[in-house]
T-cell receptor, first 113, second 113 residues
């Protein structure tokens, strides 16, 4: 099993550009998550999904959109990137119940100039 | 939500035990205590979790105070590969629920050779 994979690993954008981050998991997990981590901080939840075709907002959703067209994939989109979105983005997945382990991807380091 | 308090950083020597404390004085009866760690430039990974009783696994032990207001993650024989940020996270058990994890800043563990 590859677990949770993220594409790309690194990206540099100019302000106003758009991009999509891809997360894929091969564990047949129902729930998937996108977090961001700023320097010296813990992770903060951006959006999450409880299943194919469903998404919900987390703690810091502004400026991001998500889609989950297939159970194994969760996409995070930035329509018009801003320097404040410079961060490391982590995807995660898990099964219910709530106390089950979350499995994290290796992260995508995004810099917005 | 119940909060956790951890020291910002701790230092230990290689091959010695490490005790990482976590205070959670407002914990509720249905909060599980989870520990994750984040190695440099990687996503977080699950370490251990418990509710009331002490727990052991191949990575670590978790000692939970009788009143559950604090807990201690124990690494029995630290190696250089254990240098990471360790997060103590409360996870409310309520059957279902897709909430993400709430990360604090964690404890930065430094291992000296």
């Amino acid at each position: 099993n590859a677990g949770v994979t993220q594409t790309p690993k690194f990206r540099v954008l100019k302000t106003g550009q758009s991009m999509t981050l891809l997360c894929a998991q091969d564990m047949n997990h129902e729930y998937m998550y996108w977090y961001r981590q700023d320097p010296g901080m813990g992770l903060r939840l951006i959006h999450y999904s409880v299943g194919e075709g469903t998404t919900a907002k987390g703690e810091v959703p502004d400026g991001y959109n998500v889609s989950r067209l297939k159970k194994q994939n969760f996409l995070l989109g930035l329509e018009s990137a801003a320097p404040s979105q410079t961060s490391v983005y982590f995807c995660a997945s898990r099964r219910p119940p709530r106390t089950d382990t979350q499995y994290f991807g290796p992260g995508t380091r995004l810099t917005v100039l | 939500d119940a909060k956790t308090t951890q020291p910002n950083s701790m230092e230990s020597n290689e091959e010695e035990p490490v005790h990482l404390p976590c205070n959670h004085s407002t914990i509720s009866g249905t909060d599980y205590i989870h520990w994750y760690r984040q190695l440099p430039s990687q996503g977080p990974e699950y370490v251990i979790h418990g509710l009331t009783s002490n727990v052991n696994n191949r990575m670590a032990s978790l000692a939970i105070a009788e009143d559950r207001k604090s807990s201690t993650l124990i690494l029995h024989r630290a190696t250089l590969r254990d240098a990471a940020v360790y997060y103590c996270i409360l996870v409310l058990w309520s059957g279902g629920g897709a909430d993400g994890l709430t990360f604090g800043k964690g404890t930065h563990l430094i291992i000296q050779p």
